[in-house]
């Protein structure tokens, strides 16, 4: 049975003295430092964003392999699996931050998942900045930095707030598009809500005209939509979700893979063995013991 993977919270990096802040902001290098010990396969319940100005090493999200290399930047969301082996001169910024560091300030309760940042179907983990980016993504870092590192300075969350807002306005407007050119906006509005929803009912949802019907779209419209966007068919998102979940519990669970298939709602263990190794070219087991700790 695979040791179960740990799920961090910022209480658990800060100590229990500094639990009530819904963000931090610190140099990588100093994360790097302190946090020797979590090197290992984990994974946070709250946003990370690491910019990396200079340095290399290995990032691993989800069970992709990346090389870390300057002006990249990483963009993690709560439950993603990662792992790092960054190198002695790897250096940055890094911060950390809870949804409800914007939900309790807007009326939005999506303020975050709205940006292309954190999406696991369409987004991507990874940007790599040209200079000029780099640079203001850098300089807003060091102001941020600077305004973490005061001491019970007045309207200091509403200036971090907005300097993280600009933070993330300023990657969505960079981020690698992983849809096709030429889409309208209609049409990526429609793209977003069918991601959102995906993420609601995956576990319940297996298929297309499930969604199309609470998108008030027909079956072969929502099609036409995820091909013209992302060269994908509705079907292969609702399922590439349910792989990457499947994925996540198996290397970060106690559960027995016929709990796992019970969670998913597959309708067996043998079921769920057979569609995740159609697709993954592995068994359940085989998969886990690859990952276990």
């Given at each position: 049975?695979?040791?179960?993977?740990?799920?961090?919270?910022?209480?658990?990096?800060?100590?229990?003295?500094?639990?009530?802040?819904?963000?931090?902001?610190?140099?990588?290098?100093?994360?790097?430092?302190?946090?020797?010990?979590?090197?290992?396969?984990?994974?946070?319940?709250?946003?990370?964003?690491?910019?990396?100005?200079?340095?290399?090493?290995?990032?691993?999200?989800?069970?992709?392999?990346?090389?870390?290399?300057?002006?990249?930047?990483?963009?993690?969301?709560?439950?993603?699996?990662?792992?790092?082996?960054?190198?002695?001169?790897?250096?940055?910024?890094?911060?950390?931050?809870?949804?409800?560091?914007?939900?309790?300030?807007?009326?939005?309760?999506?303020?975050?998942?709205?940006?292309?940042?954190?999406?696991?179907?369409?987004?991507?983990?990874?940007?790599?900045?040209?200079?000029?980016?780099?640079?203001?993504?850098?300089?807003?870092?060091?102001?941020?930095?600077?305004?973490?590192?005061?001491?019970?300075?007045?309207?200091?969350?509403?200036?971090?707030?907005?300097?993280?807002?600009?933070?993330?306005?300023?990657?969505?407007?960079?981020?690698?598009?992983?849809?096709?050119e030429g889409v309208s906006k209609h049409n990526?509005?429609?793209?977003?809500?069918?991601?959102?929803?995906?993420?609601?009912?995956?576990?319940?949802?297996?298929?297309?005209?499930?969604?199309?019907?609470?998108?008030?779209?027909?079956?072969?419209?929502?099609?036409?939509?995820?091909?013209?966007?992302?060269?994908?068919?509705?079907?292969?998102?609702?399922?590439?979700?349910?792989?990457?979940?499947?994925?996540?519990?198996?290397?970060?669970?106690?559960?027995?893979?016929?709990?796992?298939?019970?969670?998913?709602?597959?309708?067996?263990?043998?079921?769920?063995?057979?569609?995740?190794?159609?697709?993954?070219?592995?068994?359940?087991?085989?998969?886990r013991s690859a990952y276990t700790l």
């Open positions: 049975m695979a040791k179960k993977m740990p799920t961090y919270s910022i209480c658990n990096l800060l100590g229990a003295d500094r639990c009530m802040t819904e963000i931090v902001v610190t140099r990588l290098r100093s994360f790097i430092e302190n946090h020797r010990d979590i090197q290992f396969p984990h994974r946070h319940d709250f946003y990370q964003i690491v910019l990396f100005t200079r340095g290399g090493g290995r990032h691993s999200i989800d069970f992709q392999q990346f090389d870390v290399a300057p002006h990249q930047v990483y963009y993690m969301a709560p439950g993603q699996i990662h792992t790092w082996d960054f190198d002695e001169n790897a250096d940055g910024y890094l911060v950390n931050f809870n949804e409800s560091f914007f939900t309790s300030f807007c009326h939005n309760p999506h303020f975050v998942r709205d940006f292309p940042l954190f999406s696991s179907i369409s987004g991507s983990s990874v940007n790599t900045l040209d200079m000029s980016c780099c640079g203001e993504v850098e300089a807003t870092f060091a102001q941020m930095l600077e305004e973490f590192d005061k001491k019970d300075a007045d309207f200091k969350m509403d200036i971090l707030r907005g300097m993280l807002s600009i933070i993330l306005v300023r990657l969505s407007r960079v981020v690698p598009r992983s849809f096709n990526l509005v429609l793209m977003r809500q069918f991601e959102i929803l995906i993420e609601q009912h995956f576990r319940d949802k297996r298929l297309p005209k499930e969604y199309a019907e609470l998108m008030f779209v027909t079956p072969n419209h929502l099609n036409a939509l995820t091909n013209s966007v992302v060269g994908k068919s509705a079907g292969e998102l609702i399922r590439d979700r349910i792989l990457l979940e499947a994925k996540r519990l198996l290397v970060n669970s106690d559960l027995m893979i016929s709990q796992i298939a019970e969670t998913l709602n597959f309708e067996d263990n043998a079921y769920f063995t057979r569609f995740f190794k159609k697709y993954l070219g592995v068994t359940p087991e085989a998969f």
